[in-house]
């Protein structure tokens, strides 16, 4: 296909994906610029890249030359670090034998005249036609070892390895396997370097060198090397003057090695490199030259797209040095992440200073911004920053027509790169016009000025790289694309933004951990070459997503849970619900039945409580009340008007609110602040446990369950003049003042996480308008005074006492003493201090507690035996006369009692013996005194006649 077509078509399924990976992120709930968003097959971007690109290449950091690379035999095409991919892998492990050619009596004496022979070891047989020098180790000690057939150099620590996998016998006991006994002679790395070796197979002499990336962790201690199959074996071979032999095409498969010195021409050839290894392995044995062949499974590197195993190949690329000297500011300036403050009257404007000491090298610059950014979880600094220090030169080309072409023009008579600034910007505008596409359509002189010449050879004969830049350049490249010159997200210094707000980094960049050496690492280089500093402010790492066996989550595991399915089953709050409860920072297991789990038992007991709370805010008030006889009982009929709680005209101020609703507002003003903290440290596992507790433990099972005698009783308006009316009526509207306000805050706070349902509830509350998702976070001033600690201590005392009562009332429930709570009489018994605050609080312990009625009584008893000078402990000065601690009441009786305020607190539960009220089910003794409502108590009565109920006969007339 012509490459315009390739482009044409790739263009078409990138899209196509976007559009679908789109609608799921909507359908998600995820908020972005979805009508436009930037897309870096867009030819805005596309020119931002290449500007990028020619950053990098006018200030010398572009480099093009021969380097061994990660190669994909499949895709034919060289990787960069984070495209490679670690699967598990089986390839052969062999011991080869090269014949030392030099004089054995150079290493040391009491080899001369002897066979000598070194062995190596490797599980890449396909590279051994390449190989042109054996590696040691200058300081390591190497031994040679007495055989039957030769004499073997290897390294002393990994004799007996060696003995064991090459099968090495004895000289002196040819049937048992060779020991120490059988050394000869023991000598330094430095001996061999230089000494000549023949190699297994082919006619060719192997150079025997030294280096330092020899190691002891497995092998015999001498290294096979192959300079285009390594990037240690390049190196080495660059100081050692090694020809650059390449016996591997872009496919993968072996080239004639007669070209290259091999001789006559060899079975493998034209054999892909896998396909070669056991040819090569049989040709070892044909030589004579193999000891040992078996079976290797290690983890081995593979393509991240096609997921193939991938080689080292040494190839023509296209790199960006990471240790070129970083140019000096331009007259443009640059803002430093860091950078100290301005004295007074500095300029604000682009023309501000770098006023720190230069950093020479843009791995070190690289280095020197990651330590002012916040990594979260710390981890990840260290890791970029390991990978930085390390990382070789970026290889930045592949060999694809899909992508941002490398856009230079090389001579045509000596191949120098046309490094021209006024021409890369005319790349850079004809990329805006017409997209990269323009690279393949157009030829060098459409786009190249008249007398354009090499500044080289002054030929003025172009051609056009073809190589594309790597995927990761182009995603690094959004830090200048999207930063830069996107209105919604440029931050750049000027007169419209507050003079400290000068730093012009994202808020925040957040992948997965592979991705320290790749977006992120990517993002960070290009943003150091544009602009000198790093991209980001903070960078948020999450893991994995696990299935229940532990293993990632993978299409090609068949073990894939695809939220698509999930949100169509359950809803898009119950997967953004999910990954709130859980930390996105480790690797987390989901499944279907897990996420079901969820919805039913958390999101459905969120949802009710929000139901709840909506429903409190409505009410119906009858405009007529009229009653009509059916057949023989009299039917009340009312015609109700709908009413909703007006915050502005309803609310009751919180120092007139009940007792109650002032410590539940005083306890979302509290969560309110953990909350906010939470997101602020992106801890969103503890905003989900925060408001499941809260709605469960402070509303489900506390407040509201309290609440509803005050919701369903008390009068919904009130008769001028009725001053028991207008009591009842403003307890009400303060129950649903704090219901409104927590219920608003709830909403607001949950919009992060419940898009949907946040955006239903708000949208429900009365007198409210538009989105949650466009108002701000509560402040916990909005619910509460900021000193509420007396309150709260207060009602934690309050609240043990109706945890103790609550214990006494199961009992005598399941005693069948009594039903309902409302049918129970309590007596809270105690004494000094709990008595005087419980004292103080009669008034509202029936409602806390639920019952009909509470009394609470000084208790000598309790008093006598709990006080300092009477504790059964410490009960040793008790006359005869005085009565013993078992006399008084059994020791497991009192253990029962809670200690509340360092006293005792018993609890006497009796079933209630007054009259039940019709209307709101307490017995209490007031039940039939208003004429008009003979089967109501005195309360309910007051709340009958506010919305003027017609009276009715203590019986239904015949």
Known sequence: MDPVQVRRACREYAQ??????????????????????YSTMDPEY????????????????????LKPVSWCIHDRTALAEAEVEYEQHTSPSVYVRYKLTSDPAAIAPE????????????????????????????????????????????????????????????AAHPAEPASQADILALFKGTALDGATFQHPFLDRTVLGVNATYVTTDQGTGAVHTAPAHGVDDFATGKRYDLPEVQYVDDAGRQMHTERFGGGQPQP????????????????????????????????????????????????????????????TPSSEGVILSGAPERAAGESNGAESKDLRPSVPTLRQRALDEIKTVKWDPAWGEERITNMVATRPDWCISR????????????????????????????????????????????????????????????????????????????????????????????????ADLDATDIDPRADLYAEGGDQHRGWFMSSLLCSIGMHNRAPFKTVATFGWTLDEKGRALSKSLGNFVDPVEIMDQLGGDIVRLWVASVDFREDVVASLPLLRRLAEEIYRKLRNTFRFLLGSLRESLPSLVTRRLLGSRWQIFEDRVSYEFDPTNDSVPFDQMQPIDQYILARAAELTAKIRKAYDEMEFHRVYHLLNEFCNSELSAFYLDVLKDRLYTYPVKFKPGHAEQERLYLARRSAQTAIYKITDAVARLTAPILSFTADEVYQSLPHTTGSVHLT???????????????????????????????????????????GKSLEADV????????????????????????????????????????SDSGTPEDDVSQTPEEPTWPDIAPAAEILRYDIIRGCKLDVDVIRATDIKCDRCWRHVPDVGQQEKYPTVCLRCAEALDAIDFPPYPAQAES
């Open 16 to 37: 196509k994906y976007l559009d679908l990976q789109r609608s799921q992120f909507i359908r998600l709930g995820c908020f972005g610029r979805w009508a436009h968003p």
């Open 46 to 65: 596309e020119a931002r890249i290449a500007e990028t690109f020619f950053h990098f290449f006018e200030n010398g950091f572009v480099y093009k030359g």
């Open 111 to 170: 080899l001369a005249g002897k066979d000598v022979y070194t062995i190596i070891w490797t599980t890449t047989p396909w590279t051994l036609p390449a190989s042109l020098a054996v590696a040691f180790h200058p300081e390591m000690e190497y031994v040679a070892l007495n055989t039957p057939d030769a004499i073997y150099i290897v390294a002393q620590a990994l004799l007996s390895e060696v003995i064991v996998r090459a099968h090495l016998m004895s």
């Open 268 to 327: 493998y050839e034209g054999l892909t490199v896998f396909k070669s290894n056991p040819v090569i392995i049989e040709l070892l044995k044909e030589k004579g030259t193999l000891l040992s062949v078996t079976s290797f499974e290690h983890s081995y590197p593979h393509c991240w797209r096609c997921h193939n195993p991938v080689i080292v190949r040494a190839t023509e690329q296209w790199f960006i040095a990471m240790d070129t000297p970083m140019p």
């Open 399 to 494: 060999q694809r027509f899909w992508g941002i072409p490398i856009a230079v023009f090389l001579c045509r008579k000596c191949g120098e790169p046309l490094n021209n600034p006024a021409v890369n910007k005319l790349v850079v505008s004809l990329f805006m016009r017409e997209s990269a596409d323009a690279w393949y359509i157009r030829t060098p002189e459409e786009i190249l000025p008249a007398g354009t010449a090499c500044k080289a050879c002054g030929h003025s004969a172009f051609r056009k790289e073809m190589d594309i830049l790597d995927v990761w350049f182009e995603s690094g490249s959004s830090s200048h694309a999207v930063l830069d010159f996107d209105p919604d997200t440029q931050q750049r210094p000027g």
């Open 776 to 818: 701000l976070f509560p402040e916990p001033k909005d619910l509460a005074p900021s000193e509420n600690d007396e309150l709260i201590s207060e009602w934690g005392d309050l609240l043990s006492c109706r945890w103790t009562v609550l214990g006494e009332l199961e009992r005598k429930r399941s005693n069948k003493i009594i």
């Open 827 to 866: 007596t809270l018994r105690t004494y000094d201090a709990l008595f005087e605050f419980l004292q103080g609080r009669t008034a509202i312990l029936a409602e806390l507690l639920g019952v009909s009625s509470v009394r609470v009584e000084f208790d000598k008893r309790l008093a006598q035996i709990f």
